[in-house]
Nanobody, 124 residues
Framework: QVQLVESGGGLVQAGGSLRLSCTAS????????MGWFRQAPGKEREFVAT????????LYTDSAKGRFTISRDNAKNTVYLEMNSLKPEDTAVYYC?????????????????WGQGTQVTVSS
């Protein structure tokens, strides 16, 4: 089992920034991808960004490109999501997820473990 704990969410004005963190513990393998997803009220959970086990590959949804940056610190088993130029439409619960394997994936079904989520609210 792998446990994921997210932090860093909060309330921010449009145009502001937040940095989310997610730390994994438990039975993590040596190579695993980590990703961020989000779910707004009344909407399905959607992909935001993902990073490969060594940080060499990243993938972003179009709305995140140029504004969000995903990174990881394997010594700390932690993945980060730096979010800049936030918009009200970024308001959602943000979830961290882990998947086994070398490749990156934007598919929810590709991820094995999920965190409880952290709320991000962007006011206009």
């Amino acid at each position: 089992q792998v446990q994921l704990v997210e932090s860093g969410g909060g309330l921010v004005q449009a145009g502001g920034s937040l940095r989310l963190s997610c730390t994994a513990s438990g039975h993590t393998s040596s190579n695993y991808g980590m990703g961020w997803f989000r779910q707004a009220p009344g909407k399905e959970r959607e992909f935001v960004a993902t990073i490969s086990w060594n940080g060499g590959n990243t993938l972003y949804t179009d709305s995140a490109k140029g504004r969000f940056t995903i990174s990881r610190d394997n010594a700390k088993n932690t993945v980060y999501l730096e979010m800049n130029s936030l918009k009200p439409e970024d308001t959602a619960v943000y979830y961290c997820a882990v998947r086994s394997g070398w490749a990156v994936s934007s598919r929810l079904s590709a991820y094995d473990y999920w965190g409880q989520g952290t709320q991000v609210t962007v006011s206009s």
